[in-house]
């Protein structure tokens, strides 16, 4: 950063320089904008961090720029990683690391047990906390876009800035009140290396099962796993692949020709 403008980390050695710093802390504050829309796997596309008096953007796209060393920093267990909403960031780096970040603190879980309400806003929670407004403008950003205006940079940079001041308080407040230990059991769920399995024959259970009926339940998974499988060897979408609602007409109306299959509604072109 210089004279207040924005830089993304696109060398090894300033990255290096950048995680070591952050390692001097015993919390990380970690955020990531990733691409989805057309794709399987989310394609990291900027990484934000923070940690007490540093905070910075890494740019995972940039040419030559190994992010490993940041991703040594998430996967050491001696170090509280706080995420907000940590679901599809965690997503991210089991994939990347192959296994969950862990331990975690994910500042949306915590805000349920002050009394903050269920599945808060980033932006609630900072203004609730911190008292502050964010400005969403920037927040439909195309982040694989190069390069990145400072207004969008800045943004990104305050999901971790407002996130690491907002932690700070909130551990506070949690261990005052002695519900921090309720906290950490349910952080335990989302460390869990069973909550982020890909494997195509459990694919059927993000669906909702219509019937109890043997048949229609083994047609389900046959299907669900199959298409788990294209999606995967693709990196397309599920919903590119076949919708949901295919899948269970499938299952219902068991089609037994080519036919009868294009006549199904749910079913693209049927």
């Not at 940079?153 to 921090?180: C, N, Q, W």
């Not at 692949?241 to 509604?265: C, F, G, M, V």
Request: net charge negative.
């Amino acid at each position: 950063m210089t004279d207040n403008t924005l830089t993304p980390i696109t060398e090894q050695s300033a990255l290096e320089d950048f995680c070591g710093k952050l390692a001097e802390s015993d919390f990380i504050c970690v955020d990531t904008e990733f691409h989805r829309e057309t794709t399987y796997w989310p394609e990291l596309c900027l990484v934000q961090a923070s940690a007490p008096g540093v905070e910075g953007l890494i740019d995972p796209l940039a040419e030559d720029l190994d992010i490993g060393p940041f991703l040594k920093l998430i996967e050491t267990d001696n170090r509280l990683k706080v995420f907000h909403a940590a679901r599809q960031d965690i997503e991210i780096f089991n994939r990347l690391i192959g296994h969950p970040p862990g331990p975690v603190f994910d500042t949306q879980v915590a805000a349920m047990a002050l009394g903050y309400g269920d599945s808060i806003s980033y932006d609630n929670l900072v203004q609730r906390v911190l008292r502050r407004q964010i400005d969403k403008s920037s927040q439909f950003t195309d982040w694989m876009r190069r390069p990145l205006s400072q207004k969008q940079l800045v943004y990104a940079l305050g999901d971790v800035t407002h996130l690491r001041d907002a932690f700070l308080i909130m551990r506070e407040k949690l261990e005052a009140s002695g519900r921090m230990a309720w906290v950490r059991e349910e952080m335990a769920d989302l460390e869990d290396p069973a909550k982020y399995d890909t494997d195509p024959a459990n694919a059927w259970l993000r669906l909702k099962l219509r019937t109890p009926k043997r048949d229609y339940a083994a047609i389900v998974v046959a299907v669900a796993a199959w298409r788990e499988s294209l999606a995967q060897e693709l990196d397309k979408p599920r919903r590119r692949i076949l919708k949901d609602d295919a899948i269970q007409e499938i299952a219902s109306q068991k089609p037994k020709t080519e036919n009868e299959y294009n006549q199904l509604r749910a079913v693209p072109n049927g």
